[in-house]
């Protein structure tokens, strides 16, 4: 299987992101993907994206490049699941 790496990002790369962070790795091992997870902020995405083969983001973004899914849910529990669901296909 190939690994795959997914950047989670929000305006600083430390508070929000991390959240993100730790439930998609836990997400990402239950659906046995293996993959690297690396935080960032939004501002260092375009030097980023070229390795990656998703964007998981807390703030607005937008790239013709990789899919982004903006996953507000995660910190508020409202449509978690659907964001989840979605992060797992598009790596699958």
């Known amino acids: 299987m190939n690994k795959k790496h997914v950047l989670i990002a ?12 730790m439930r998609v790795k836990e ?11 690396e935080q960032c902020k939004v501002a260092e995405l ?7 083969d998703l964007v998981v983001t807390t ?3 937008e790239s013709n490049d990789i899919p982004v899914i903006r996953a507000l849910s ?4 409202v449509g978690m699941d659907e964001d989840i669901k979605k ?6």
């Open 59 to 61: 703030t607005s973004y």
């Open 10 to 21: 929000c305006g600083t790369g430390v508070a929000t992101s991390t959240v993100v962070c």
């Open 27 to 37: 997400e990402l091992e239950k659906n046995n993907i293996t993959a690297t997870v």
């Open 74 to 77: 995660f910190l508020t529990g």
């Open 87 to 92: 992060i797992i296909e598009i790596l699958q």
């Open 46 to 52: 375009p030097s980023k994206i070229g390795n990656a």
